[in-house]
T-cell receptor, first 116, second 115 residues
Framework: DVKVTQSSRYLVKRTGEKVFLECVQD?????MFWYRQDPGLGLRLIYF???????EKGDIPEGYSVSREKKERFSLILESASTNQTSMYLC???????????????FGEGSRLTVL | AQSVSQHNHHVILSEAASLELGCNYS??????LFWYVQYPGQHLQLLLK??????LVKGIKGFEAEFIKSKFSFNLRKPSVQWSDTAEYFC?????????????FGTGTKLQVIP
């Protein structure tokens, strides 16, 4: 069974703290993504990566950074957490691009971050 | 840039009622279309997908969706809902092209089925 694993299901942090969210996939997928999910706003793309050490900004990258040192692992970093970053964070992966790729995303369970 | 609209934000139905959730997208080219579902406390998972061919696609748990190109729509349907269909449903669009494919999601529709 394919799997995307997010390291933490629930986190509570204080304003200004550095936060690491980690994601690991076991499907040898080239593409990995970080979304945030907020009520009424759906899923918004923060960053994505289509290869090791490659990253691209999504729609809402401000206040976030990412790291992809290995193909299976994609980390989301909040350098200085703020209350408006309280949200559910979803990691996803998909098979690489090209016409053979379907674009189907496989999601992790999500990490609910609360910033006080 | 493409966008996806889901006009129903919250739908409440009784068991056995029929369901139709609207999804419209804005993109002039060829697209791949998806419906994802998120059951309470679970991760998002694929419900069904359309790439090409028959515009009426069938997914898991009795769901189906129809792609109407002229209307830029991909509405989700189920003839008779069950309490277990209570979930949040997301429509998603990917432009059909080589290279990286950016997925655009709608804002989601929460479905509540009353026993």
């Amino acid at each position: 069974d394919v799997k995307v694993t997010q390291s933490s299901r629930y986190l509570v942090k204080r304003t200004g703290e550095k936060v690491f969210l980690e994601c690991v996939q076991d499907m040898d997928h080239e593409n990995m993504f970080w979304y945030r999910q907020d009520p009424g706003l759906g899923l918004r793309l923060i960053y994505f990566s289509y290869d090791v050490k490659m990253k691209e900004k999504g729609d809402i990258p401000e206040g976030y950074s990412v790291s992809r040192e290995k193909k299976e692992r994609f980390s989301l970093i909040l350098e200085s957490a703020s209350t408006n970053q309280t949200s559910m964070y979803l990691c996803a992966s998909s098979k690489g691009g090209g016409t053979a790729s379907t674009g189907e995303l496989f999601f992790g369970e999500g990490s609910r971050l609360t910033v006080l | 840039a493409q966008s996806v609209s889901q006009h129903n934000h919250h739908v409440i139905l009784s068991e056995a009622a029929s369901l139709e959730l609207g999804c419209n997208y804005s993109y002039g080219g060829t697209v791949n279309l998806f419906w994802y579902v998120q059951y309470p406390g679970q991760h998002l998972q694929l419900l069904l997908k359309y790439f090409s061919g028959d515009p009426l696609v069938k997914g898991i748990k009795g769901f189906e969706a129809e792609f109407i190109k002229s209307k830029f729509s991909f509405n989700l349907r189920k003839p008779s809902v069950q309490w277990s269909d209570t979930a949040e449903y997301f429509c998603a669009v990917i432009p059909y092209s080589g290279g990286y494919q950016k997925v655009t999601f709608g804002t989601g529709t929460k479905l509540q089925v009353i026993p």
